[in-house]
């Protein structure tokens, strides 16, 4: 089992960075695919990114290509989205998630989730 809770979240003028941080705790977070996830306000809920148990390929949303970036140590348990080129749009709360079968399009598809961190990006 695994709780993870998010961190990092905050206000940040548009065309600023942003990294946010998903910790883990329970066994076997190296046995588990992460995700990110975001909802605006009255949007629902979007897959961002995600990246592989080993960490080895990571998948993101044509919104956020060539501007986010996710990664995770499994010896210290992490996970990270580094968040670059911040525009309004990005404006959400931020969720992780973690599947045991790999990497799914839905936040509801996976075994864990946290409670979410807010960010918001100011023009």
């Known amino acids: 089992q695994l709780q993870l809770e998010e961190s990092g979240g905050t206000t940040v003028q548009a065309g600023g960075s942003l990294r946010l941080s998903c910790r883990a705790s329970?066994?076997?977070?190296?046995?588990?695919?992460m995700a990110w996830f975001r909802q605006a306000r009255g949007g629902e809920r979007e897959f961002v990114a995600a990246?592989?148990?080993?960490?080895?390929?990571?998948y993101y949303d044509d919104s956020v290509k060539g501007r986010f970036a996710i990664s995770r140590d499994n010896i210290k348990n992490m996970a990270w989205l580094q968040m670059n080129s911040l525009q309004p749009e990005d404006t959400a709360v931020y969720y992780c998630?973690?599947?045991?079968?790999?990497?799914?399009?839905?936040?509801?598809?996976?075994?864990?989730r946290g409670q979410g961190t807010q960010v918001t990006v100011s023009s």
């Open positions: 998630a973690a599947r045991y079968y790999g990497i799914a399009p839905r936040f509801d598809e996976y075994d864990y």
């Open positions: 329970g066994r076997a977070f190296a046995a588990y695919a």
């Open positions: 990246t592989t148990a080993n960490g080895e390929k990571t």
